[in-house]
């Protein structure tokens, strides 16, 4: 299961992941898109299963999650993907809503597909979580704020959740990109492609395909080797705030 696979990383997981032979549980709130990429992913040769919810909305994702008929029940990894950051003001000038989204995407969504998924994994004592956190999580820069937040406890969730289960066979793995060019920008701008295309200038940034391969390495490595962390950073990032840029 890949949540957010409308678009960007997510979309990338859930092609790399099927194209390594995965039946895909796929979800997005965008429909139109969410059935394209599960025509996609059929062209690949797999079984697709498209749920639509907002992770958001916790008795829509819990509805989503015990509707899955049982033959899809079995879920051995969930890539905890869905997530966005809103605005890049100065923190005591932030949007109240904006705080809002973030935390109850980023963070409760997060928890709340855990909570869902991982009971199954403990009990069948097999299973792979891999959270999306970000390099943002590891300091934070200017504007970041409460993004930056979000993605610093991704991180203590996922080492909470590691420690958690490590009495059983699942593994955890906090995958922390850096600049990927996604429609990420584009949603953190309210939608200004022209503020957004600036992120990228003068740097070649990751793609969804870059942290996918990561994803399916780490989940493709051998069941004794826990993939715990990885940050991934274009050549031209040093951290969340030192890019250089030609
Ligand atoms: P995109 O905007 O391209 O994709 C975000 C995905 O999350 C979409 O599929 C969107 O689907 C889904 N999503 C957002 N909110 C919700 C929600 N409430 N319920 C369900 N799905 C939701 O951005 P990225 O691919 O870049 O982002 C994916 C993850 O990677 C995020 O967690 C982001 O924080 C993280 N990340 C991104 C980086 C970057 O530079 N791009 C760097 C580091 C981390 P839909 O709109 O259809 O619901
Ligand atoms: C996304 C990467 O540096 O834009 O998490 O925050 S950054």
């Known amino acids: 299961m890949v949540t ?8 990338a997981c859930a092609l790399k992941l099927a194209q390594a032979g995965f039946d895909m549980i796929i979800t997005g709130r965008r429909e139109s898109k969410l059935r394209e990429i599960e025509n996609e992913l059929r062209g690949k040769g797999v079984e697709v299963l ?4 907002d992770v ?12 899955i008929p049982n033959e899809w029940k079995k879920i051995d990894v969930l890539v905890n993907n869905a997530g966005l950051a809103l605005g890049l003001e100065p923190e005591y000038e932030g949007d109240y809503n904006d705080w809002d989204t973030m935390i109850d995407t980023n963070i409760k969504g997060l928890l709340t597909m855990t909570r869902l998924i991982v009971p199954g994994m403990v009990e069948r004592n097999r299973g792979h979580v891999v959270n999306i956190g970000s390099v943002a999580g590891d ?13 610093a406890a991704v991180k203590s ?12 066979a699942v593994r955890v793995t906090n995958v922390k990109p850096g600049l990927v060019e996604t429609e990420f920008s584009k949603v953190r701008f309210h939608g200004d492609e022209g503020r957004a295309e600036n992120v990228y ?3 070649k940034p990751l793609t969804g395909e870059d942290i996918a ?3 399916v390495y ?22 969340g705030s030192v890019i250089v840029r030609k």
Do not use: M
């Open 4 to 11: 957010g696979a409308t678009s960007g990383i997510g979309r």
């Open 50 to 53: 498209p749920l639509i919810f």
């Open 56 to 67: 958001c909305d916790r008795n829509a994702s819990t509805a989503a999650v015990e509707n």
């Open 139 to 151: 300091a934070a820069y200017a504007g970041g704020n409460v993004y930056c937040a979000t993605k």
């Open 157 to 168: 969730i996922t080492d909470g959740l590691r420690i958690d289960v490590a009495n059983t």
């Open 201 to 203: 200038k003068g740097i």
């Open 213 to 215: 391969d990561v994803v």
């Open 218 to 239: 780490a989940v493709q490595a051998p069941a004794h080797v826990q993939i715990a962390e990885v940050l991934v950073l274009a050549t031209h990032q040093a951290s």
